[in-house]
């Protein structure tokens, strides 16, 4: 585990690092393949701007392992993403700062600030969030095997009983 005191961080300008295996996220995990050796490694840097507010810019770089919904085969999703966020002191600040549009440009993520917040909490939101709609591989190394089309119909003029027939001829014996 690992935790920060965001007021500290931010105050100091600080970075943390530090990284996992993505198994150990099981919010993310739930419902995806098995992420055998892929994991997750992230940086934090706390920033106090002139305006004394408060922020984290967070880094994460992970390969979590999805399902390409295309061919259905797993594959290793390259992500890297960063975001900053705003810390507030409490749940009441969170909205406290007017109504933003979905298109504001300004928007920002906020998030209530703790002398314990768990930074993996943190960066498991920030890869779910960053996980695409619909995963699929660029190029599908292989893909199912396609439905034939050409098979030609099975010939019920070919003399040969039908299992039915067979089955009856077996009753009677
Ligand atoms: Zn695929």
């Not at 100091?12 to 419902?31: C, D, I, K, S, W």
């Not at 919904?69 to 909205?95: H, I, Y």
């Not at 549009?101 to 600030?113: H, K, Y």
């Not at 996980?131 to 439905?147: R, T």
């Amino acid at each position: 585990m690992q935790y920060i005191d965001t007021y500290e961080l931010a105050r100091l300008g600080a970075t943390v690092r530090g990284e996992a295996p993505l198994a150990q996220f099981a919010r993310l995990t739930e419902g995806l393949p098995s992420q055998a050796d892929a994991h997750a490694e992230w940086t934090i840097t706390g920033e106090k701007d002139m305006h004394g507010q408060y922020f984290l810019h967070t880094w994460v770089r992970a390969n979590p392992v999805l399902e390409c919904q295309r061919c259905l085969q797993p594959f290793a999703w390259q992500m890297e993403t960063g975001s900053r966020v705003q810390v507030v002191k409490s749940e009441a600040n969170l909205d406290a700062e007017g109504d933003h549009d979905a298109d504001d440009e300004d928007f920002i993520e906020r998030i209530v600030g703790s002398a314990r917040l768990d930074v993996r909490e943190l960066i498991e939101d920030e890869i779910i969030l960053s996980l695409p709609y619909v995963p699929k591989h660029d190029v599908c190394p292989s893909l199912p095997v396609p439905l034939v089309e050409d098979e030609p119909a099975p010939d019920s003029d070919s003399g040969k009983p039908s299992p039915f027939a067979i089955l009856s001829q077996l009753k009677k014996n």
